[in-house]
Structures are given as structure tokens and as C-alpha cells.
């Protein structure tokens, strides 16, 4: 039996799958509708999450997709992090995450107030030890996500999930870690291939997801308006994704996520809610 706890936030095999609203802190995002820039864009954004249901929000101010055309300093990216928190943790009573790779943004946000660090780099980067030891340390929660290491030239895109998980799970373990509090997240959209399609990648991985379990930790799973489901529904605009997304996230649940990370907080609340439900129903047993 899958559980743990995100920030307070309980997550597992036996608990309602737990929802992470989007909010991007700077116009580098894929999708133009989490994007907030200024002090009252962010108090609306914040607000409307948690009114919509989101047990987490996850901040970020730095594009960390793979075809990024941009970088942002690390001072901007610190910047821009706490200036979100000072304004989102006085109106909003939720654990905020905080989606960075680099360690001082990741120190300056957690004093300011974020619980949760969400790194979509799996202690790959040059900080890893670093931001290790600062989770550790200040005893936070983790979302740590499968990132390939240099080859893309995999075998089977969920063993190479899965052993990218490993690697990240140990190395927190290595740092002391408390691994009650670690969820992890396969990746959807990160990793490339020069013999597997990236609708294939991603699809296998949704349908094979219940093959993370082997982990021991509960799964976060964000498809939220991904250029993957733009690719299978001939949708070029993130704006048009919304069905397919939550098409991928009913899905997703169903096959044993325990948390959601998207863009569409009150939307995706719906297609969960009925996955879960049935799911519950005994359709899939996990031992």
C-alpha cells in the first residue's frame, strides 16, 4: 500500500487523488493561461486556484521544457519566486511548491514560505547535492521527476523511467531524505528519442504507469495541454488541449496516479473525481 505526504497533504492508495494548480511566473510558459506577471494577476491566479479545489499550488518562474528558447537569470528567477510567495502565502492557506532546479532559488523561496520543492531535473544538475541537503535539512516535501541523463537512445521508455526514479530516490535516500515525504513524477513531455515518437513515449508511460508502484511512492502525473496530446488530436495551440488533457488525466488516474499537476484546476477536479470513483469500484486491485 502506496502513502505519504506532501506538506501536510496526505497521499496514497487510500486517500482522494490531490490536485497541484499551475501558476507560471513569467511569459517563457508553453501556456499562456497559467501565466501571471503581476502582483494582482498572481493574488487572482492564487485565489482562483484554491477557490477551484487545488490542494497544492506550484509556483515556477523559469521554463524548464525541453525546447526552451530562454534562459532567466538566476537573480530574476529568485526575484520573481519571492515576490509570488510574499503576495500568495498571505491570502491563500494551501502548501505552495516551488518549481525550480537551482539551488538558490530553491533556498530563498523555502525561507519564504514553500514547503514543497518540485524538481523536474531529479538531482541530475550541477546543485543536486546542494538542494539534497537543503530539502533534507529543513525537513520539506519533495516532487522529484525522471530526467534522462545524457543518452536518448532508450530500450523501453517505462524502464527508463523507472530507473531514472531509482537513481533520483536513491540519491535523496544518500541525503537524507525522509522518504515519507517524496512523491514522484514520470516525466511526461521531457524526455526525447531518436527511435520512439514522442506520442509513443508518453502514451506508453500513461498506460504503463501502474509499473512506477514498484517505487513505493505515490505518483504525481502532469499532462496538462502537453505538446504530446497537440501531436495525437492535431491541436497546434495549447488553448485547444484542454479536452485531450483531461482525457490523458482520467486516464492517468485511473491507472493509479495519486496527485495531478495542471493548468485547470476546476475542470480537471471533475475528470478525476469520476476516474477515481471508478477506479474505487474494483475494476483495478492493488495488493
Same mark, same amino acid.
Given at each position: ?8 497533504? %496526505? ?11 499551475? /501558476? ?40 524548464? !521544457? ?21 503576495? /500568495?502565502?498571505?491570502?491563500? +492557506?494551501?502548501?505552495?511548491?516551488? +518549481? ?27 546543485? !543536486?547535492?546542494? =538542494?539534497?541537503? &537543503?530539502?533534507?535539512?529543513? +525537513? &520539506? ?7 534522462? @541523463? ?27 531524505? +525522509?522518504?515519507?515525504?517524496? !512523491? /514522484?513524477?514520470?516525466? =511526461? ?9 514522442? =506520442? ?16 513505493? @511512492? ?5 499532462? %496538462? ?34 496527485? /495531478? ?12 473525481? &469520476? ?8 475494476? =483495478?486491485?492493488?495488493?
Amino acid at each position: 500500500m502506496i502513502s505519504g505526504k506532501m506538506s501536510g497533504i %496526505s497521499l496514497g492508495d487510500r486517500q482522494k487523488v490531490r490536485i497541484m494548480g499551475i /501558476i507560471n511566473l513569467t511569459k517563457d510558459s508553453f501556456y499562456s493561461g497559467s501565466v501571471a506577471t503581476t502582483s494582482d494577476n498572481i493574488k487572482q491566479a492564487a485565489l482562483r486556484l484554491s477557490d477551484e479545489g487545488a490542494d497544492i499550488i506550484d509556483i515556477g518562474a523559469r521554463s524548464t !521544457a525541453p525546447y526552451k528558447t530562454r534562459e532567466v537569470s538566476i537573480q530574476s528567477e529568485t526575484r520573481l519566486l519571492l515576490s509570488a510567495l510574499r503576495i /500568495i502565502t498571505k491570502i491563500v +492557506d494551501k502548501p505552495i511548491s516551488v +518549481d525550480t532546479t537551482r539551488y538558490e532559488p530553491a533556498k530563498n523561496a523555502l525561507k519564504e514560505g514553500a514547503t514543497i520543492l518540485n524538481d523536474v531535473h531529479g538531482f541530475t544538475q550541477r546543485d !543536486a547535492a546542494r =538542494i539534497a541537503n &537543503l530539502v533534507a535539512s529543513e +525537513d &520539506l516535501s519533495l516532487l522529484t521527476t525522471a530526467h534522462e @541523463r545524457g543518452s536518448r537512445n532508450h530500450l523501453d521508455p517505462v524502464a527508463s523511467v523507472v530507473s531514472c526514479l531509482e537513481k533520483s530516490l536513491d540519491f535523496a535516500t544518500l541525503h537524507g531524505i +525522509d522518504s515519507r515525504k517524496i !512523491a /514522484i513524477d514520470p516525466g =511526461i513531455g521531457f524526455f526525447k528519442d531518436r527511435k520512439i515518437s514522442n =506520442i509513443d513515449w508518453n502514451c506508453s508511460i500513461i498506460a504503463n504507469l501502474k509499473e512506477l508502484r514498484k517505487l513505493g @511512492r505515490p505518483v504525481c502525473v502532469g499532462v %496538462s495541454r502537453k505538446r504530446f496530446i497537440g501531436q495525437l488530436l492535431g491541436k497546434n495551440d495549447p488553448l485547444d488541449r484542454l479536452n485531450g488533457s483531461l482525457g490523458a488525466t482520467a486516464v492517468s488516474v485511473y491507472n493509479g496516479a495519486h496527485m /495531478i499537476r495542471t493548468h485547470d484546476v476546476l475542470s480537471t477536479l471533475d475528470a478525476v473525481k &469520476l476516474a477515481f470513483a471508478i477506479r474505487e469500484k474494483g475494476l =483495478i486491485h492493488y495488493n
